[in-house]
Nanobody, 124 residues
Framework: QVQLVESGGGLVQAGGSLRLSCAASGRTFSSFLVAWFRQAPGKERDFVAAITWNSGRTAYADSVQGRFTISRDNAKNTLYLQMNFLKPEDTAVYYC?????????????????WGQGTQVTVSS
């Protein structure tokens, strides 16, 4: 089992920045692919970004490419999402997710472990 706990959400004005964190415990975090998803009210949960176990590969949704940066610190068992130039349409609950093994996956059903989420609200 892997337990994931997100933090760092909040209210920010459009154009501002936030950094989300996801603290992991349990099984060896360093061997897992980890990702961020988000879910806006009334919408499905969408892929945001993913990073492989050794940070060798990353992937981003087109909507956040160039504005968001995913990173991880395996020594601290922590995943990060730096969000810059935030827009009102970035408003959502942000979830971190994990799965064992290699590769990059962008479908929520492909992930085995989930956090409870952290709310990000961007005002216009």
């Amino acid at each position: 089992q892997v337990q994931l706990v997100e933090s760092g959400g909040g209210l920010v004005q459009a154009g501002g920045s936030l950094r989300l964190s996801c603290a992991a415990s349990g099984r060896t975090f360093s061997s897992f692919l980890v990702a961020w998803f988000r879910q806006a009210p009334g919408k499905e949960r969408d892929f945001v970004a993913a990073i492989t176990w050794n940070s060798g590969r990353t992937a981003y949704a087109d909507s956040v490419q160039g504005r968001f940066t995913i990173s991880r610190d395996n020594a601290k068992n922590t995943l990060y999402l730096q969000m810059n130039f935030l827009k009102p349409e970035d408003t959502a609950v942000y979830y971190c997710a994990a799965r064992s093994g290699g590769g990059i996956y962008t479908i929520q059903a492909q992930y085995d472990y989930w956090g409870q989420g952290t709310q990000v609200t961007v005002s216009s």
